[in-house]
């Protein structure tokens, strides 16, 4: 038998009670023992739930345990959730972890403490829910030198995106419902202006490449700017609107990465990726391109997820699984020099004429019950000549695209 | 540095000596450690070729060489493989294959030959060629029981049918000029009558149920039968016809497995997987529905997983990676009582009133230049029961469905 403790018994750390209760013949054997919740920490008292004969207030009582072995820690944000995590993997025991801002911010340092220590420091919950990605690109992408990684990381922008395209309402209208319906947070910035794509996004290249990318240097961009609109001219265009975090290794040897709406093609793999899912895309030199898609989050795609990681904690009982990410920062490329075709509207003061003076050959798109503007979809070219050139048109909006 | 030897320099083996020369520096550092390959076995000489340097034709070189530690079996078919497998892991060394057929019929076995031995038995490369799907069933879907693996498994029964789907071709037309692209095998039997996928779904039942599926037990239908008018009809359903190995865990407790050419609904998460790509579907009853895409085979993306396993193998030298997979044999559940709704097509010297007596409520669908016959989609009714019935009309076609 092997003792664990749940740090947090909110959405994410029930799940993980309850899948463990639920699976646990199963999971005990892909385990080799029985895995035993002995603590579950939380500042809260839970009257007449069963976790109460395990319910702690005091981390204290955790970390000094000698028989815990696993701490699961799914509180998310970075205070107390670092400082438990570094005490945990100090005192010996592994960590199964779902919290994305702190493998984010401090995922290289802790793998090293947990190196030290040789124990484990596992987070496949932090990216894409209950998505295989973390141990993917870490254990089975290892013959390839990876070219993108291209993902839809947040469930609850993609579900407000694919509301607007199939029931034709504004981004305001759909918002308001997910918020009803518990699929958005009261507050949704961290969504919908894309920080939460943008963690992701980060871990997932950090991983990939071996070194640091701190999340703060990558651009981002929400879709709280989307309309009804945009989305009839990508329907137009047979086209998706997709908040994509994406990293592509380029010519020039340098990174770019960027969290921001796309146009994608319906026939991209991420295309059909809808409501709530995500999806992962990845291109290796060797393997070409492969996805990965599921559901992103939820509390029990969630906790399977970490109950993975546990599982394989109990598995590696002491030893360390080589997880090569380095503290060194990585210097990402200057997003002035990221390349791609732009979708633009354009108020129809701007004439055709100008805009093909400015913007050489372009491919224009119209639609029927939409006046007073038009769009078009430029060739290939860099965010930096993209600014300059956009300042000549009475721009109304542009949207990138991977088209 | 560790050596390592390549059995077999056909496509495959080729492709995996192109990866660890292309890839090498990622690779090494991946390992921990150089790799080095020190012998290429084949019985031809490959005059000119730089393999020229490391070829051997006698096994017994590699196999009683102490300093071999991994090798890769990439010759395909059940001999003389298995006894050099065999061989190799009872002389401690690890092996990783890309031989579906080896692992089909021997791979509990050589898991247990390897586990005595302390060394590895891998063979990510044998489903779905270069995506990851053996190593997250093993270790990344472990907190999960497994209620669905539905795949397409064969990248050249794929490319047919979306070939049949985009262009109008017939069966016969397609297959000449996939053979003519080298798409398809001259000798097209195991593709097309869907022997290659049956060991694939054989292979992930298997490890997601801990115990031997024998892949004779699987009911194998192909995709010879399947008809330009079969496509527009799916299409007039909003469906695609895609070649399914398909295993179902079913309330009775039973497992339900099954290749066969599908109508399955565009929104699948199938439904877009398509020319040479394969797509693998699995539902788990806590994480729910999760897909894996990518290129189901070819030289390079077959050989990026074949090296990915040899980099597991350098990191888990002298551990055995633990893998749930014993000899003894499932009994699958009997097909007369698999249930699923079915199209069917029927000349019209049937009455509707006929097929409504026969098959209670059916869905009607027609094609306006398609005369002489009609079609209807079933409720969902067993394979025992289908066949009863269907004596009972002049049926021209039937085809299964996960609609």
Known sequence: ?????????????????????????????????????????????????????????????????????????????????????????????????????????????????????????????????????????????????????????????????????????????????????????????????????????????????????????IYTEGITKITKTDIEYAKALHASIKLLGTSKWEDDGKIYSMVAPFMIDSDHPLGHVNGVFNGIFVNGNMLGDTMFYGKGAGKLPTASAVVADVVDAVKHQGTNIMTIWEQDKVELGDRANFACRFFVRVADTTSKETIEKVFGEVEYVTLADVSGEYAFLTEKLTEGAFEEKSKQVDMIMRIRTAL
């Open 1 to 217: 038998m092997i003792n664990i403790a749940v740090l947090g018994y909110g959405t994410v750390g029930s799940g993980v009670v309850e899948v463990i209760n639920k699976n646990h013949a199963s999971i005990n054997k892909r385990a080799g023992q029985e895995v035993n919740i002995k603590y579950v920490l939380d500042l809260r008292d839970f009257p007449g739930d069963p976790v109460e004969k395990v319910l702690v207030h005091d981390y204290s009582v955790i970390v000094n345990d000698p028989e815990v072995k696993i701490i699961v820690e799914v509180m998310g944000g970075i205070k107390p959730a670092y400082d438990f995590t570094k005490q945990a993997l100090e005192a010996g025991k592994s960590v199964c972890t779902s919290n994305k801002e702190l493998v984010a911010a401090h995922g290289a340092e802790l793998l090293a403490i947990a190196k030290a220590n040789n124990v484990n420091f596992l987070f496949e919950a932090s990216v894409g829910g209950g998505i295989p990605i973390i141990r993917p690109l870490n254990q089975s992408l290892t013959a390839d030198e990876i070219t993108e990684i291209t993902g839809i990381l947040n469930g609850t922008t993609n579900y407000i995106l694919s509301k607007m395209t199939d029931e034709g309402k504004s981004f305001e209208e759909v918002l308001k419902r997910a918020q009803e319906k518990g699929y958005a947070e009261r507050n949704p910035e961290a969504d919908v202006e894309g920080y939460d794509a943008c963690r992701k996004i980060a871990i997932l290249t950090s991983l990939a490449l071996g070194k640091q990318v701190d999340y703060r240097d």
